[in-house]
């Protein structure tokens, strides 16, 4: 009956996310969101396209001539393990393990956190390296907009996971929050969908040409 | 206001049944994770190797969405039953994010 | 009237309504009174899709005054509960059905002219020296000003765009600072110039509709490019095939020979055209600065229909006037126009003699009338 | 607990409308905020048509008249039309659906202050500057060039209202598939909660692409970005593309809801079942999906090519078949009923041959080559207020009419109404129907003054002289709804005698709590079933029981305020840059105060646990035993 109701494992829902009317609504509503998210982000890689190696000069460098792949490559597999740990996450969610289902959301949390470390040393290389920033092209606008948008998108999916670790540390798992932990993963696995797309359409199609 | 549903009738069969089903899934999951890596690894080969890029654009934008669907489906639980709606929705983003980017690819040529 | 109509034929009913239209505005500047090919293909697709859209507003409106007629409350009765009908679905089909052939009497010739007016192939033809035949314009599109360059020819005009009649003219669009729309009502649709790349469309002027309009038609910019942009009007002269050619002669002779000023007065207009930088905006020969040139090319002033497009040239003496108006309030004339003092303009620096010379000058600017 | 309400201070009212998240009280913000601004909206419309009752005229000044022009635009799109639909939509959805709040009350209440500050922000431009000035549409190259923080305001305003509605539409969407009461299938919501529903669907994908063009604009103009600079590899088609990609779905996120409306509206004052109901709901479903498939119509002179524009050409031509089958299904509704001529029926009447004229000018702008002629003319300007104000401000009017008593009560004075209705009718049709002749004629749109000679000046004359008379009756309605609330008279669940859904099952305004019992939903127009069989009230679904409700919160006020202060910093720390750190010093500290207003709102609201309350079953029965009025 009531969201603060203490649980075991046994007597633990099967599907805690969608259990109370509140937790089907909110299960709904993000995944509505996510829809939403899907036309912005194909947004931002329709205008990245159409302004992809489009410079003032050919003084600048393209995106052939920057992209590097092995940093490509250890943050893809960053991203992608981080997906599965936090799959893990989840399924102890499920099975009211709150303790290992923190662990693992350590674990995606500091996949993330490295995944953000190396965007950022990456986005550095390229404006020293090579005078690609923000505002030298349009080409430099899209890439970092559309990248950099993801890259947000990683931080704000991390903090969303500290901050429910940290106000439920001393709750525990329960119906009211089950459902948090749930959306903020499909958050989590949906920068994941994104990031699949921005490794294939921006770095390995950009090697290509 | 109705919280919680009943899963069985017998708690404790159902609880470990569902641990079992619980752990296969995971078992998939790992296989799918492990399938998704193995696409990630060929897309990163092909474009090494150089291939031509009117062989490896189509590939690649394959392999993504491959593993795309495997996120959604196996990640994500969208293979469960309850996502009518969430697939709906989805797919009617997906296709006019689709549209999007076809026309910039078009019709704005310069 | 609703009911008069649905007796006529359709082709009456066609006739009739072009017949109602073509009365409506001045010739010079309405769409109704199509003054070229262009513009009359257009026309008759606008009267086929009306034609349609009568018919439609008139089923519509029959079954509509039927409806709100009979069925009224106080003609059925207060009590009555009407049947609960769920639907049909013979009519469901039927107004899927016929409004979609309507559609398609309209879309075929949409989609047949749409490819008819994108149609270039003439701009590949060539005469046996390898020169293109067609005659092409480019039109450039500034802050409240045209710019026309003839580039086969090597002239160039602002404002007055002169052109042949009875015979295709090809424009490639542009604009230099913000997106304006290249439209001459009459002649036919417009079409956007763009500040990123080239458009290009062509127009024919019809002689004999021409002539009913003077030989001038307006023509407007007819995308918001700033304060001015109602004021953003251009002229159209049309010319006989050969007078056009003998225009184009005296263009290119002008531009071969400096101009010698005619009298004192405009000797001393042309000094204080160089002493207050006016030339640093603006040629005075026809082929000057085309495609760079921050104001209009003045060389053809004197014969302008215009003053800066829109204040009236119909004598010299009001023409003079319009001048000095001009030179005097630009910024309240065409309100965010670039002939200001950031881009070195200043009207304080002119004495009341410079300008009366000036305007002289101006006025004598002239290579094609005498 | 209800009884409360009425002996309350006026400041304790203001506080229990800044921190409600009543559906019902949330759609009474909407509607007068709506309203406000759609007086607002108007009254430029005034300066508008008095700038151009003659010609040559300078009432107002070219760059004033820019400014005038795109705030009217903007604001009877964003800030007016929109949020009165989201008032109807709050205040009926629910109750048709048989629900007891909206999925997400909180958000709710997100939404609305999202789109409130976002509105006040877009029209404090008034006073700080100059308003936005290069159209509705800001197409790049001008808007880039336009001086000053006009366009700024547009693109800040435009994104926190913009983050309103995409919240307001999830909701909606949310509460339409969960929410719905015992019986109440997809098949049985009444129209109103499917356009409301299919219209959200559009506001969820349509949004994201504005939202998109407004951060590239945004950093264009704030941060150096070249999207649009084509000195620097830029394109200003993009913006074309982004926003009317968004911004024809925009027109039918407005114009499906009306239909809703109407069709609520014909059945009930038929005394008839819709007809062809299911075909109705696929038709509405159509013509969203068909929505996002004809954006480029808007840009068939832009120079797309000839294969695009046919294919645009085509693609909008059909949608109006499906609109077509809507109009047919209306007539027939009404063909063998009993039609009563109330106000908000006068209004559906009208909006048909209203609407058709719009609509089939809309075809005709259809067919590209024609469009050539037609595009940036006064033909188009004709076009769109035939379609939005005989469609939508009218579905608008009607519905105030209608739901009128529901919301507040009382009814509106119905000979007022009729008035406000004739003089509207004749006054919009006055101004517009001449304007499609003005447009042939050849008179641009968005000009700030016409030149004599040009053979415009009659029509021009006769066009100002009807949006006269639209203005002597929007007076009028304000009048009404003045002298009403004065007298307010008390009225029953269902005023109108002939209501057919569930709304009409309850008192007038509903309990907070909506329903007691939840209804058990027998079929299509569930009220007039139980009517038919002689029943008074719903028949509940279950016994009386706890009802659980949100608690209220300032936080969404709190929330929205944050990011209304950091969109000053954001705007001002450009100026800050540019004299080098001399000037507006304060930009950056507010645009991190404001943030941090936000952020720690939305942490607070996180951190907290807030459980909402239950009003007990005793407290209900008693509430019965007053007759469950307030
Ligand atoms: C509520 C708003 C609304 C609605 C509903 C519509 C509906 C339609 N609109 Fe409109 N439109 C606008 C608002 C709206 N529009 C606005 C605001 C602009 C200008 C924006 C700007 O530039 O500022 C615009 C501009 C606009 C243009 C661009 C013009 C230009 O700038 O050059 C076009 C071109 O195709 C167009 C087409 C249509 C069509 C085909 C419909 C159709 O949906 C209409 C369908 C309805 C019918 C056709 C009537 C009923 C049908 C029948 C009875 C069946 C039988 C009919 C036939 C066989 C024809 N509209
Ligand atoms: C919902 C949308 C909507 C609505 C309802 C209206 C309503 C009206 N519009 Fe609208 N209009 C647009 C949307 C709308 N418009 C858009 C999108 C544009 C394009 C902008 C652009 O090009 O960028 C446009 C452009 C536009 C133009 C073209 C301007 C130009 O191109 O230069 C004109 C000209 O006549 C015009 C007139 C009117 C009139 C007379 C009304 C009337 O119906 C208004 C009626 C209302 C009133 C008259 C209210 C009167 C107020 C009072 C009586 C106040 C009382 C006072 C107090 C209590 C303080 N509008
Ligand atoms: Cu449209």
């Not at chain 4, 305020?561 to 540019?578: E, N």
Request: with cysteine.
């Amino acid at each position: 009956m009531d969201t603060q109701q203490k649980f075991t494992s046994r007597t633990w829902p099967e599907s805690p996310e969608k259990t109370t009317l509140e937790g089907k609504n909110k299960f709904l509503g993000f995944w509505l969101f996510l829809g939403g998210e899907t036309v912005l982000f194909a947004s931002l890689f329709a205008t990245y396209l159409a302004l992809k190696d489009q410079v003032p000069n050919s003084e600048h460098y393209l995106a052939k001539d920057m992209f590097e792949l092995p940093l490509v490559f250890i943050m893809t597999m960053l991203l992608l393990t981080s997906s599965l740990t936090s799959v893990y996450a989840m399924y102890h969610m499920k099975n009211h393990n709150f303790q290992k289902m923190n662990t693992w959301l350590l674990v995606t949390v500091g996949l993330g956190l490295t995944f953000l470390g190396f965007e950022i040393y990456e986005f550095n290389h390229y404006v020293h390296e090579f005078h690609h920033t923000f505002t030298s092209s349009a080409f430099g606008s899209a890439f970092y907009t559309l990248v950099g948008f993801h890259g947000a998108h990683v931080a704000v999916g991390l903090g969303w996971f500290i901050l429910l670790m940290i106000r439920n540390s001393k709750r525990g798992l329960n119906l009211y929050n089950a459902p948090k932990y749930f959306v903020a993963s499909l958050y989590w696995h949906f920068i994941d969908v994104v990031w699949v797309f921005i490794f294939t359409v921006v770095y390995l199609m950009g090697m290509v040409g | 206001m109705e919280t919680q549903q009943a899963t069985s009738a017998n708690p404790k069969v159902n609880y470990e049944y569902r641990r079992k089903k619980a752990k296969q899934e995971m078992r998939t999951h790992v296989t799918s994770f492990a399938l998704m890596i193995f696409m990630t690894l060929i897309a990163f080969i092909m474009v090494m190797a150089e291939f031509d890029k009117y062989y490896v654009f189509p590939v690649l934008l394959v392999l993504a969405a491959v593993q795309v669907v495997f996120q959604l489906y196996y990640f994500m639980h969208m293979s469960h039953k309850g996502h009518e709606a969430v697939s709906l929705f989805l797919y009617s983003g997906a296709l006019i994010g689709f549209i999007t980017i076809l026309a910039f690819l078009t019709i704005v040529w310069w | 009237m609703k009911y008069g109509l649905k007796k006529w034929r359709l082709l009456s009913l066609f006739s009739a309504l072009a017949l109602i239209l073509s009365g409506c505005g001045e010739p010079f500047l309405s769409t109704l009174q199509p003054a070229g090919e262009v513009a009359q293909k257009q026309y008759n697709l606008m009267i086929l899709s009306t034609t349609i859209m009568v018919v439609v507003i008139v089923v519509v409106a029959i079954v509509f005054i039927l409806t709100i007629t009979k069925f009224r409350r106080s003609k059925v009765g207060e009590d009555t509960i009407p049947k609960q009908v769920e639907g049909s679905h013979t009519l469901e089909v039927l107004w899927t059905v016929i409004p979609i052939i309507l559609l398609l009497v309209l879309a075929v010739p949409t989609v047949a002219l749409t490819y008819d007016l994108a149609d270039q192939s003439e701009l590949e033809e060539v005469d046996e020296e390898g020169n293109r035949t067609a005659l092409v314009i480019d039109v450039r599109a500034n802050l409240y000003w045209w710019e026309f360059n003839y580039p086969d020819l090597g002239i160039v005009t602002a404002q007055d765009l002169v052109v042949p009649t009875d015979q295709n003219v090809y424009f490639n669009v542009i604009a230099s600072d913000v997106k304006h729309s290249f439209w001459i009502p009459a002649v036919g649709g417009k079409i956007d110039t763009n500040v990123d790349n080239t458009n290009t469309f062509y127009l024919n002027f019809d002689g004999e509709k021409a002539a009913e309009a003077d030989n001038l038609f307006y023509g407007k910019c007819a995308e918001l490019c700033g304060p001015s942009h109602a004021l953003m009007d251009f002229k159209v002269q049309t010319l006989a095939p050969d007078e056009f050619d003998s225009w184009v002669t005296a263009m290119q002779e002008a531009a071969e020979e400096e101009q010698q000023p005619e009298n004192e007065l405009a000797a001393r207009g042309a000094e204080v055209f160089q002493e207050q930088a006016c030339i640093a905006c603006h040629a005075v020969s026809p082929d000057d600065r085309a495609g760079t040139s921050p104001g209009p090319n003045l060389s053809t002033f004197g014969e302008r229909s215009r003053v800066a497009g829109i204040l009236e040239h119909d004598n010299d003496e009001e023409f003079a006037e319009n001048i000095k108006e001009w030179m005097l309030n630009a910024d309240l004339l065409k309100p965010g126009n670039q002939m200001n003092e950031t881009n070195g303009y200043n009207k304080d620096a002119l004495t009341d003699e410079d300008l009366d010379a000036l305007t002289e000058y101006l006025m004598s600017l002239k290579v094609y009338t005498e | 607990m209800s009884t409360v309400a009425q002996k309350k201070g006026f400041l304790a009212i203001l506080w229990d409308y800044l921190t409600t998240v009543d559906h019902k009280k949330i759609a009474i913000l909407y509607l007068v905020s709506g309203g406000f601004f759609f007086l607002v909206g108007g009254i430029e419309a005034m300066v508008i048509r008095i700038q151009l009752a003659v010609p040559d005229n300078s009432f107002v000044s070219a760059g004033l008249y820019n400014e005038i022009l795109t705030m009217h635009g903007t604001t009877m799109i964003f800030l007016a039309a929109m949020p009165i639909l989201f008032a109807f939509m709050n205040a009926i959805v629910p109750l048709q659906i048989g629900a007891r709040d909206v999925a997400f009350p909180f958000l709710n209440a997100l939404g609305f202050w999202l789109f409130f500050f976002g509105g006040i922000f877009l029209n404090l431009s008034w006073f700080l500057g100059g308003a936005p000035d290069a159209g509705w549409t800001s197409y790049a190259s001008l808007s880039l060039f336009s001086e000053g923080h006009g366009i700024d305001f547009y693109v800040l305003g435009l994104q926190i209202s913009g983050a309103g509605s995409l919240i307001a539409g999830i909701n909606f969407l949310v509460t339409i598939i969960n929410m719905r009461a015992p019986g109440m299938t997809y098949m049985r919501m009444p129209l109103f909660t499917w356009s409301t529903f299919v219209a959200s669907a559009l506001i969820l994908f349509a949004l994201p692409p504005l939202t998109v063009g407004l951060f590239l604009m945004l950093f264009d103009r704030m941060f150096g970005a070249n999207f649009f600079d084509v000195t620097m590899g830029g394109n200003t088609v993009i913006w074309e593309h982004l926003f009317w990609i968004f911004g024809h779905p925009e027109v039918y996120i407005l114009i499906l809801p009306a239909f809703g409306i109407f069709s609520d509206i014909f059945s009930t004052f038929s005394r008839k079942r819709l007809f062809g109901y299911s075909s109705m709901v696929f038709a509405t479903v159509l013509i969203g999906f068909l929505g996002f498939m004809v954006w480029a119509h808007h840009m068939f002179t832009t120079g797309l090519g000839a294969t695009a524009n046919a294919i645009f050409a085509v693609a909008t031509m059909a949608i109006a078949v499906p609109t077509g089958v809507k109009i047919f299904n209306w007539l027939l509704t009404m063909w063998g009923g009993s039609i009563k001529f109330t106000t908000p029926m006068l209004y559906a009447v009208a909006f048909i041959p209203s609407f058709l004229a719009g609509g089939v000018t809309g075809v005709m702008l259809a067919a590209a080559p024609a469009d050539y002629q037609y595009h940036d003319t006064y033909f188009v300007v004709a076009h769109f207020h035939y379609v939005i104000i005989g469609g939508v401000v009218f579905a608008i009017l009607a519905g105030t009419h209608f739901y009128w008593p529901k919301i507040f009560g009382t009814m509106l004075n119905e000979t007022l109404g009729k008035i406000t209705f004739w003089l509207f009718l004749i006054g919009f049709h006055a101004t517009f129907f001449i304007q499609h002749f003005l447009g042939l004629m050849g008179m641009p749109r968005r000009i700030w003054k016409f030149l004599p000679g040009q053979g415009l000046d009659l029509f021009n004359a006769i066009s100002t002289a009807g949006a006269f008379l639209m203005a002597a009756g929007t007076l009028v309605l304000l009048y009404n709804v003045i002298v009403t609330s004065r007298k307010n008279v008390r009225v029953g669940n269902d005023p109108w005698g002939d209501g057919r859904t569930l709304e009409w099952s309850l008192s007038s305004p509903p309990p907070f709590y909506n329903f007691k019992q939840l209804p058990l939903v027998r079929g299509l127009d569930p009220l007039w079933i139980e009517k038919m069989e002689g029943n008074t009230k719903m028949t509940p679904a279950e016994p009386i029981d706890d009802i659980h409700m949100p608690n209220g919160s300032i936080i969404p006020f709190v929330m929205s305020l944050g990011l209304f202060i950091a969109a000053f910093g954001a705007m001002y720390q450009v100026d800050w840059r540019a004299s080098g750190g001399e000037e507006f010093v304060w930009s950056l500290p507010v645009l991190i105060i404001g943030m941090l207003i936000t952020i720690g709102s939305m942490a607070t609201r996180s951190l907290k646990d807030d459980h909402g309350f239950h009003i007990h079953k005793e407290d209900l029965l008693k509430d019965e035993e007053k007759g469950g009025k307030e």
